[in-house]
């Protein structure tokens, strides 16, 4: 409470206090006095050297623009009044406001003024004063040193000296103007003045009473705070300070276990506790959202050392999981390789069929990785990691391949050649360098290619089921950890994880999810595990399984990128091997693709086009060396009979077994043992030779091919044509995705067969190709027969080929296979119409000598009745071509064609007979004769079973011929 004031002082402040009233009443009356607002709002203003004070512009006459002699308008001072309607305005204003002033005052006072009613207005002598001194005076900076100001003031004057003295008398006159008009407003405001003056002598009396009760107040105040409020106040003050020094205690405590948190956080970094140094993260970071350590400036860069750490935390977990997970694949790796090291240096080694992966491994291995992964789950790290060990993997697995061919190839290179190796297996560029790392891939025999691809097999599917552990472990430890050990923390730490990543993600850092340490998290995930199911980012979880899943899906797709290069290098080789050493590259890669698909779980759309196209260029060009080679063996073909080696019996036999023989027993008895046994029967020139044994004997072979017990004799183009069509079948067998374009190549085949067959026999053209004087019924034959073995067995080719024919192209592909059918058996009719011409031609050329045989038989002198030069001619020929026939061709096939023969003889002997002219019986003798020796060769004939089994003549009009001349009578 304020000390009690002495009297002295008391005395001392009224004294102070009535100087004050004394000048604040001297300075209130001044302003009072000052105040134009309070009696009159409007009259000071005209005096006052305020920057208030109005400025009488200098009225100056509007110029006139109208021509004189015409009217003048009002509208023709617009512009005037306009330039003064302000000043007006106001001017019209302030009269209006004196004259109300005046009224009111005369009221007051009992109209007791004695003036008159002009100087009764208070402010109307201003007004007078404005109209009797010119506004240039009234102007605030007027000042007559000023040159224009004076120039301006003496402008009506002359520069002599009288009209100077007028000037300042005109001046005087002005200043008295002005004095005399201010005496006349301050007499009419006298009135007013005296009664301000008594009012502010009440004012001040009632100030210094206020003041007074003021003081009396002021006193009680004091002596009630001494004896009431001081004790309560002190007390009040005390506990404050209590609670001051309390919170700073506290305050010290929490900067003491930050200080040591710091202090172990950094030496749990250092040794690597992650588990340990994240605890202390959380519990920092509990700290600082709080705002328990707000204002402190020792702790101002606590949150850069808590990021810091968590960082520093980040990269040894993460670390730790690529090493575990990728970089430790280097043991296996390199047994691998010293394995088939081994095998290569030793042929004789067999392979081991360990397993990559035990249930002793998968348990280890999870639980190295679920620290971990609980760790980067509680950072909300993982999905980050997952990509970082993504690139790795990829990286990983390129430089493991990389290391597999640069440690075999030396090896594989530096071994010696084959004997049966080919030499376009081992090709090398053209430019002779063989040291590039292609160069020497394609220097490789198959052989050796496979050895290395299946060494790559093994290292990539080492490392891609390494990489499936890992996906398996995080898809186990995300989902299916019930009634595990670490259950619970795993559980604490997505959900930490994913809080964090919300956190980290949202606009704004007060979330309540991070005022939670990780300790009462991990309480509220055990009390209600489903509660927390229920409220955990979807989003979280969904990125940390898309990650795992793509990093294996990575591997797959890098490996299937390398073997793909791999393949693509040899690509020019691959087209050029035997069916059989393709075959083994390409069940390589395909057992390559089928086991790191099922591992990745994705198809490997690359590695599938590169098979596909190196397959399809496998196809393409055997075909077109097959082309080539069936034109050249048709170009050289003599058309003779050969032998058919058993190899060729045992084609037709396994490829045609459709009904006791599966498809796969089928595919490997036609990959097995015959084409080694065609290739050995097949010399470079095309030509079908006869196997012979080590003693020098040659095997046991047949005449003929047979095929659903039906004998064909076969020459050496059709042989190859039977020994390519088996080589397509079994490409169709074993790759099935072309069976399509494998049709499409045996039908071009077939086609080109029948064709140049045609051109070569019926066309002749085997005569200039293959040097043939003449062609003979036995080439014809032996063309038909081989047509129709071929026709034969289409049959059996299309249902061997369309089988792995899909549904939609087999309507297509079938009506198409029919077409070359009845080709073939158009080519064949053909062919024997041709044997029937052959004799029909014979027979006319025969029949043009006949006249001057039959001039012989009616001379006296012939007396020997025997069968002319033309009879027995034409059936020689006759039986020549019986022979021959009935050799080659089927008998159904001779006894067609031999009744198209009796048909032409029948008609075409009896109309040569029929007009003969028989004068004598030697003739008529003759003529029966004749007639008689010609039958008898068309009885033998094989047609003549079928007139017997039909009941119909065998050469109808011969006989009645024979019985026309044996009723004649003789002359």
């Known amino acids: 409470m304020d000390p009690k004031p002495s009297s002295h002082q008391r005395s001392g402040r ?31 203003a005209w005096w006052s050297n305020s920057s208030a004070a109005v400025q009488i512009p200098e009225f100056t006459t509007p110029s006139v623009h109208k021509t004189l002699g015409l009217d003048i308008s009002r509208s023709d001072f617009t512009s005037y009044v306009s330039s003064i309607a302000d000043h007006f305005n106001r001017f019209e204003d302030i009269r209006n406001d004196e004259k109300k002033n005046n009224n009111n005052h005369s009221n007051d006072n009992n109209n007791g003024g004695g003036e008159n009613a002009e100087d009764a207005i208070a402010g109307e002598a201003l007004v007078a004063c404005l109209r009797e001194v010119p506004a240039l005076y009234f102007k605030e900076d007027f000042a007559l040193e000023d040159g224009a100001t004076f120039r301006a003031a003496s402008s009506s004057f ?98 003491l276990y930050v200080n040591q948190s710091l202090a172990a956080l950094n030496l749990l970094v250092s040794s690597g506790d992650c588990a340990g140094a994240l605890d202390v993260t959380d519990d920092l970071k509990h700290f600082l959202n709080g705002g328990q350590l707000t204002g402190l400036h020792c702790f101002r860069h606590l949150e850069d050392h808590v990021t810091s750490a968590i960082n520093s935390v980040n990269s040894i977990l993460s670390a730790e999981f690529l090493r575990v997970s990728v970089n430790e694949a280097g043991d296996k790796d390199a047994l691998i390789l010293s394995k088939a090291k081994a095998r290569m240096v030793s042929p004789g080694i067999e392979e081991d069929n360990e397993e990559y992966w035990d249930q002793e491994d998968t348990s280890s291995f999870h639980d190295r990785l679920l620290p971990l992964i609980i760790g980067l789950l509680r950072t909300a790290k993982l999905p980050s990691v997952l990509r970082i060990y993504r690139d790795t993997v990829i990286s990983d697995m390129k430089t493991a391949i990389k290391s597999v061919v640069a440690e075999l190839l030396p090896v594989l290179v530096a071994r010696p050649l084959d004997s049966d190796f080919k030499s376009g297996d081992r090709a090398v560029d053209a430019d002779g360098g063989g040291s590039s790392l292609a160069n020497k891939l394609r220097s490789l025999s198959s052989e050796s290619f496979v050895q290395l691809l299946g060494t790559i097999f093994k290292i990539v599917q080492a490392h891609l089921i390494r990489a499936a552990e890992v996906k398996k472990a995080i898809e186990w430890m995300m989902s299916n950890l019930d009634g595990h050990y670490a259950a619970d923390s795993v559980a604490a730490a997505i959900a930490h994880g994913a809080l964090t990543l919300t956190s980290e993600t949202s606009s704004t850092t007060d979330s309540q999810s991070e005022s939670f340490p990780l300790s009462t998290q991990k309480n509220l995930i055990k009390v209600s595990p489903a509660t927390n199911s229920s409220n955990l980012s979807k989003n979280f979880r969904t990125d940390v399984l898309r990650e795992n899943a793509e990093a294996v899906f990575a591997a797959c797709d890098a490996a299937h990128g390398r073997w793909a290069k791999l393949l693509g290098v040899r690509a020019l080789l691959h087209p050029r091997l035997r069916l059989q050493d393709f075959l083994i590259i390409y069940n390589v890669s395909q057992e390559f693709v089928a086991a790191t698909e099922k591992i990745g779980g994705r198809l490997g759309y690359s590695i599938r086009g590169t098979l596909q196209s190196q397959a399809k260029g496998f196809v393409d060009f055997q075909h077109e060396s097959r082309m080539a080679k069936l034109k050249a063996v048709l170009d050289q073909e003599t058309w003779v009979e050969v032998d058919v080696p058993n190899e060729f019996q045992a084609i037709v036999d396994s490829l045609f077994r459709l009904e006791s023989v599966s498809e796969d027993d089928m595919a490997a008895s036609s990959l097995e043992q015959p084409s080694q046994s065609i290739d050995g029967s097949v010399d470079s020139n095309g030509q079908v030779n006869n196997i012979k044994e080590k003693n020098g004997h040659t095997k046991s072979s047949v005449h003929l091919i047979s095929f659903r017990g039906i004998g064909y004799h076969m020459v050496n183009c059709g042989l190859i044509l039977l020994k390519m069509l088996s080589e397509y079948i079994d490409m169709n067998t074993v790759l099935p995705a072309l069976s399509s374009e494998v049709i499409h190549r045996v039908l071009e085949m077939l086609k080109f067969f029948n064709t140049r067959t045609c051109q070569l026999v019926l066309g002749a053209g085997a005569m200039q190709v293959s040097g043939l004087k003449s062609i003979t019924s036995k080439h014809l034959a032996l063309a038909s027969q081989v047509i129709s073995f071929v026709h034969a067995i289409m049959p059996e080719i299309r249902k061997v080929l369309i089988l792995k024919v899909p549904d939609a192209r087999k309507v297509m592909l079938l009506s198409e296979i029919e077409r070359v059918s009845q080709d073939y058996k158009v080519h064949r009719d053909e062919i024997h119409t041709k044997l029937v011409q052959i004799m029909r031609e014979r027979l006319l050329v025969h029949l043009r000598g006949l006249p001057q045989i039959i001039e012989t038989w009616n001379r006296v002198d012939e007396s020997d009745v025997q069968p002319s030069q033309f009879a027995r001619s034409l059936t020689k020929e006759v039986g020549y071509l019986q022979r021959v026939l009935s050799r080659t061709l089927h008998e159904a096939d001779v006894q067609e064609i031999f009744k198209e023969v009796t048909i032409i003889f029948d008609i075409q002997i009896s109309d040569a007979f029929a007009n003969v002219d028989i004068n004598t019986p030697q003739a008529k003798a003759r003529l029966n004769c004749e007639i008689q020796h010609i039958l008898g060769c068309i009885k033998s004939l094989p047609s003549a079973k079928l007139n017997i089994e039909s009941g119909t003549p065998i050469a109808g009009q011969l006989e009645s011929l024979i019985e026309r001349i044996s009723a004649e009578p003789d002359q």
Not at 18 to 44: G, R, V, Y
Not at 165 to 185: A, F, G, I, T, W
């Open 14 to 44: 009224s004294l102070l206090l009535s100087k004050t009233l004394s000048d604040a009443s001297t300075q209130s009356l001044s302003s009072i006095l000052n105040n134009p607002h309070l009696s009159d709002t409007s009259w000071s």
């Open 158 to 255: 002359s520069n002599s000296v009288s009209e100077d003295v007028n000037l300042q008398e005109k001046l005087s006159q002005y200043l008295d103007v002005v004095e005399l008009h201010l005496v006349k407003e301050i007499s009419l405001r006298s009135n007013s003045f005296f009664e301000a003056q008594g009012q502010l002598e009440d004012l001040s009396l009632k100030i210094v009473e206020g003041c007074g009760r003021i003081r009396e107040l002021k006193e009680t105040i004091r002596i009630l705070d001494g004896d009431l409020v001081d004790s309560a106040r002190q007390i009040q003050d005390l506990n404050h300070t209590r609670s001051d020094l309390l919170a700073l205690q506290e305050k010290l405590r929490v900067i």
